[in-house]
């Protein structure tokens, strides 16, 4: 699935964002401690602050609480659905127009 271009641009931003601030939280993970450090960091120090954010997962009410970025709440309110988020390997079994068939 494609992103439209303005909707990839806002992903992005949180994206970065949350996980800038989440490593800068935990002492800094892989020289990364806000958005900025995330944007230059290489792939696998990104990785490794996105996997230090999944091991805390609390850190993403705490930057919604926060928002050091000043985002709209409307933006804020879908870093509250990664809460929910399900970790492991999966084997895409089928594309749909709705959702994705997974295995794990």
Do not use: C, W
Not at 61 to 88: A, C, M, T, W
Request: no cysteine; charged share 25%.
């Amino acid at each position: 699935m494609l992103l439209p271009p303005e909707e990839a641009s806002l992903f992005i931003s949180l994206y970065s964002s949350l996980i800038g601030f989440a490593a800068g939280r935990l002492g800094g993970v892989a020289g990364i401690v806000d958005a900025k450090t995330f944007r230059r960091a290489s792939n696998d120090a990104r990785a490794k602050a996105r996997d230090k954010l999944l091991g805390n997962i609390a850190l993403i009410d705490d930057f919604v609480d926060e928002n050091p970025y000043q985002f709209p709440e409307r933006e804020l309110s879908n870093l509250l659905k990664l809460e929910h988020f399900i970790s492991g390997k999966f084997f895409v079994e089928r594309d749909l127009r709705d959702y994705i068939m997974a295995l794990s």
